[in-house]
């Protein structure tokens, strides 16, 4: 982890709502990892005052590139979508334990929502340098908010897109393409991101069928490094309930620890 | 840039307020820098903590909700403070208890080599009773410092809360009762709400402000305290920068404390540390002590303002 000015390369819309930003900061880019993200200063002033989590959405070794996309929601996010190509970032990171991977898997199923997919994308590119097969079902209000499917598809994954708009996001559908999935390509482990309820329909499969999972958890944050436990959560661990930071012991989590959320 | 803090010599007066540092900022810079450091509350079992949401941003602020997630004092004993050794820095251990007598153990436990002062939290307002805390009356604020006193030799620095009317009160009470120092002060007892589905923004209800919208409140609480004690007092309230600190030393404290601000700028107390030392500079300051309670004020607008109050 680091504190450092990232140099804004790009900043552009890629939907109504959505924006994609990548940053140079090749001091930093190796030690990235998918599920990771990083603590941005948006502005300058006090307002907004505190820094916005941000997972990574794409990590570009050779060239020093670190990318995010976010939805404009708040305040933070407005202000990021203010920055220009040269602007500085003031980015604190990476922070978090990204994704692991076991060596004998050789097929992984990912399950994302709205938000959470960016946070899937740079997982379904580790996962194929590794040999790993990726198989990915993303859901999101309308097809223009299916933005990340593109570049996973370029990362290697077989992508489904599932809309509230197509009437065919419903947990339940989901749950079926899930299952139809795991029978068909016998899945190893499955990654979730960006939705609650789509979390808790995935922990109950990840249990019967004895699937391992991870998920990756959103929480508001103070310092984003573990000392303020602003953004703890409980969990499962062992038979015992557990607060813990989603900052630093997430944000990505074991399925089987989350609570029902 | 040294200052003496009731018997516990810093190199400079900046260190960070308690809940807002941990050992995790040792990988973010050298906490050799600072002229002391403070834990986190302390409580003597563990502790879970609030529900959360724990925080919610506010207009150049933030209200937290942690209600003292702690790990308890054993292993504190045997993690932080061990930790904490490897830096060149005095330690303070901040303390907090439901009780007198639970004070009066955690002090006890605590007071072990390595630990150069006992922060006791007296005021934390997220506890149960709707936020009340010793630190709200001079009568209570006495009884529990002066047995918190009789049963430690380490210097004893009380946190006070600014949900009072009475904060001069009870500055003039923890003193009367053996604290070294006075820390003005703790967060402030408020409240947001979400207007679209009207529920507050915290798990807790209630959560105490803190970041920069707060100091012009602790700096006046501050000042007023400075008119009325002795021992030294340690300014904290929306510090985010050299200037922040020194206006605070102006007022009437003797150091600082960095709260908020930390998570804003996690290297912020090395560069309000590297401001205050231009600022001496500046002004052909030889000792930052000689700016405490500074601030110059006509004799008479003092007399009747302070009266007024």
Known sequence: MKLLQGTVLSNTWVSPRYKHMSIHAPEIVEECKAGQFFHLKCSDSFSPLLRRPMSIYKIVKKEGEIHFLYLIKGEGTKCLANMHQGDQLNMFGPLGNGFTLQTEWHSLLIV???????????????ATKQGIATYAILSARTKGDILS??????????????????????????????????????????????????????????????????????????????????CVKPFNRGGEIVNLRVCSEGPVFQLEEVMEL | MKVSIGGVSMKNPVMPASGTFAEETAQIFDLSVLGALVTKSVTKYPRMGNRGPRIAETIAG??????????????????????????????????????????VDLAQELSVPGVAALEINISCPNLEDDGRSYAMDPTQTYRVVDYIRKSTQLPLYAKLTPNTNAITEVAVAAEAAGADAVVVANTMLSMVIDVETRKPKVGNIMGGLSGPCTKPVILRMVYQVYKKVGIPIIGCGGICSAEDAIEYMIAGASAVQVGTYNFVNPIGMVDIIQGMKEYAVRHRISSLSDLVGSVCVDEQTRIDKAAAY
């Open chain 1, 149 to 230: 499917a593109d570049y996973m598809k370029e990362c290697g994954a077989e992508v489904v897109s599932l809309t509230d708009e197509d009437r065919d996001s419903d947990v339940e559908h989901v749950r079926k393409m899930v299952e139809n999935v795991i029978d068909s390509k016998s899945i190893d482990a499955l990654f979730t991101c960006g939705s609650k309820r789509l979390t808790n329909m995935l922990k109950g499969i990840s249990l019967q069928r004895k699937i391992p999972g991870q998920v990756a958890m959103e929480e508001n944050m103070g310092c984003g490094s573990g000392m303020c436990f602003c």
């Open chain 2, 62 to 103: 933030m209200i937290n909700a942690v209600g003292i997630q702690s790990k308890g004092s054993q292993v504190i004993r045997e993690t932080s403070i061990p930790f904490y050794q490897q830096f060149n820095s005095p330690l303070i251990v901040s303390i907090s208890a439901d009780t007198a007598d639970e004070f």
């Open chain 1, 112 to 126: 994302a929502r709205g938000v959470g997919l960016a946070t899937m994308a740079p997982l379904i590119d580790m």
